[in-house]
């Protein structure tokens, strides 16, 4: 890839996408970059990880919380599973994940919250039979 020294954001936010997303995730995207999407992950990398979730009115267990109901409102539902993931490193609960799914179906509609229901039970029940 690209030889470019990484800037202050991109260090930041590859600092923060590893404390969020784990070492394991962030080592398996950056093993399958290309030429091609090295770009659009570096884009991510210091948009949305080196600056949103760097910023500190928001703690990050509430990054989570707003994160998962967005991407369940929107459809993302890969992104669901992985941010449900996520938060094993951000603080937010079974209980915090049950109530933005809640205003999911309140605010953007009963099928989508139905559908992330059904994957987050999925998530979490992986995440507490991986448990030690």
Same mark, same amino acid.
């Given at each position: 890839? %690209? ?5 202050? =954001?991109? *260090?930041?936010?590859? &600092?923060?996408? $590893? #404390?969020?997303?784990?070492? !394991? ?21 210091? %948009? ?5 979730? =760097?910023? *500190?009115?928001?703690? &990050?267990?509430? $990054? #989570?919380?707003?994160?998962? !109901? ?21 603080? %937010? ?10 205003h ?26 991986a448990?030690?």
């Open positions: 890839m %690209a030889d470019t020294p990484a800037s202050d =954001t991109f *260090t930041t936010g590859m &600092k923060t996408r $590893r #404390s969020v997303l784990g070492n !394991a995730h962030v080592d398996r995207a950056e093993s399958n970059k290309t030429p091609f999407d090295e770009p659009f992950q570096t884009l991510i990398t210091e %948009a949305a990880w080196g600056r949103v979730w =760097t910023g *500190t009115h928001w703690t &990050k267990r509430e $990054r #989570s919380m707003v994160t998962i !109901a967005l991407l369940a409102a929107l459809g993302h539902y890969d992104e669901v599973a992985m941010h449900i993931r996520a938060t094993a490193n951000t603080g %937010a609960t079974a209980e915090d994940i049950r109530e933005a799914l809640m999911v179906a309140i605010y953007a509609g009963v099928p989508a919250a139905n559908h992330a229901f059904k994957i987050a039970k999925a998530t979490l029940a992986e995440m507490e039979t448990k030690p």
